[in-house]
């Protein structure tokens, strides 16, 4: 397709995106300014109340009952929050429904509403089409025009390095983008994730794109039911397919390249280690986002959710040191403080059955997980320890809810490989 066409049909593709959600937007938030561009340097007096009255209060709120600690005096975010991943507690919340741009901390709503659409092993050969409404200056994994790739190694280029080639393609074997922007904004609201607007299912910055800290925290809760968002979550590298070459003899060869998470408290970075316990979940960082970041940790059996969103304090890996200090925090904080709102069940925990699959994986195994214990990880296929996670925490009580497995009050089955990783 010559340069000009393939301009023009990226641009449409985007419009497109953008007019569909606009659409159900209404007239009120239309006029309103766009939080999504250029927020507020204070938040709204009202934001929403979903999971407690207090929540929806602009500032810091928190109840140190009990002797629980301080909270950390050097947390710059805009918006966070600390929440128990298995009960649904928030310990503490700052602005918590702010509604923000949120980068690609977006991909966790765009993995958890695709991943059981197909089995791992499903194979695509991408299209020039697939590549389509990329947004200039995106994070790529390095997903190639004509070559064919798994449904896992997709995945991987999502979680690992955030690449929107990879959720562009899935994308397109979803229907295209206008379907996926629909599916994952009614996904959100199953999940009662009502301050999210999402317009382009990458988290590239979009007119009217929003989500919250508090929404960010629901996506990686959902989304930690699935046994290979988990996998994935807490992979640090893995073996990524590269473009075939053809040698003079006519011989082709197709070599992976290794690829790495860019989550720092994961990876470890120069100036930060690996923080014990760490397993996950997203980070992102554009132009109207600023950095964001959630993240998943267990320690003393304790698993916890932090979500940090825009730190002011401008240094260079901000976002994870304000994380890692808010876990430090939850840790401590942990049976002292009192709640002060909680995160919500999706709307189908209503009426409470088993789902017809509630094996968590991609694609589905269309076994029950009652009964069983917990679900083990996979080893790593490619020697780097990165790849699979080992069941860390034995299981506890196990709810299923309409439309599917969602688990409450259970021990997840962490990546206990993880917290045995020296820094790569």
């Known amino acids: 397709m010559p340069a000009p066409k393939k301009a023009l049909r990226r641009t449409l593709s985007v419009t497109s995106a953008a007019l569909t959600a606009l659409a159900v937007l209404s007239p009120a938030a239309l006029a309103a300014p766009d939080p999504s561009k250029s927020p507020t340097p204070t938040p709204p007096a009202s934001m929403s109340t979903m999971g407690g009255a207090r929540l929806g209060k602009p500032g810091t709120q928190v109840d140190l009952a009990g002797g629980a600690p301080v909270l950390p005096k050097d947390i710059t975010a805009r918006s966070w929050i600390v929440a128990d991943a298995e009960s649904g507690d928030v310990l503490a919340a700052h602005n918590a429904h702010w509604r923000l741009a949120p ?8 993995a958890d509403t695709l991943l059981p659409k197909w ?7 991408v299209e020039v089409s697939d590549l389509a409404g990329i947004g200039a200056g995106s994070s790529l994994v ?36 206008d379907k996926t922007v629909a599916d994952m904004n009614e996904h959100a609201e199953e999940l009662q994730a009502l301050d999210t607007n999402v317009v382009s299912p990458d988290g590239y910055d979009a007119p009217h794109q929003v989500s919250s800290a508090y929404d960010l925290t629901l996506f990686a809760r959902s989304g930690l039911q699935k046994k290979d968002f988990r996998e994935y979550a807490s992979t640090v590298r893995a073996k990524f ?5 053809k040698d003079k003899k006519g011989k082709t060869t197709r070599k992976p390249f290794e690829i790495q998470n860019t989550n720092r408290l994961l990876a470890g970075d120069s100036d930060m280690d690996v923080y014990p316990g760490i397993a996950g979940v997203k980070n992102g960082n554009t132009t109207n986002a600023g950095a964001t970041f959630t ?35 939850g840790f401590a904080a942990a049976g002292k403080a009192q709640p002060v709102g909680e995160l919500v069940r999706p709307r189908s925990a ?52 309409a439309g599917g497995a969602f688990l409450v009050n259970r021990k997840w089955p962490l990546p206990d490989l993880v917290r045995r990783r020296t820094r790569p």
């Open 103 to 110: 980068a690609s901390t977006l991909k966790m709503l765009f």
């Open 119 to 125: 089995p791992k092993t499903t194979e695509h050969k």
């Open 142 to 177: 390095g997903v190639k025009e004509e070559e064919t790739y798994s449904v896992h190694d997709l995945w991987l280029g999502v979680f690992l390095r955030s690449g929107n080639d990879a959720v562009h393609v899935l994308s397109a074997m979803n229907g295209g983008v």
């Open 241 to 245: 397919p590269g473009q075939t070459e």
């Open 295 to 329: 993240g998943v940790a267990e320690r003393n059996g304790k698993v916890l959710l932090v979500t940090v969103m825009n730190p002011a304090k401008d240094e260079h890996n901000e976002v994870y040191k304000e994380t890692a200090r808010l876990f430090d925090w």
């Open 350 to 401: 209503a009426q409470a059955s088993p789902g017809p699959d509630a094996s968590g994986e991609a694609g589905g195994t269309g076994k029950s997980a009652a009964g069983t214990g917990p679900v083990a990880g996979a080893t790593a296929s490619d020697g780097s320890g990165g790849v699979g996670i080992a069941a860390g925490v034995t299981a506890g009580v196990l709810v299923l809810l």
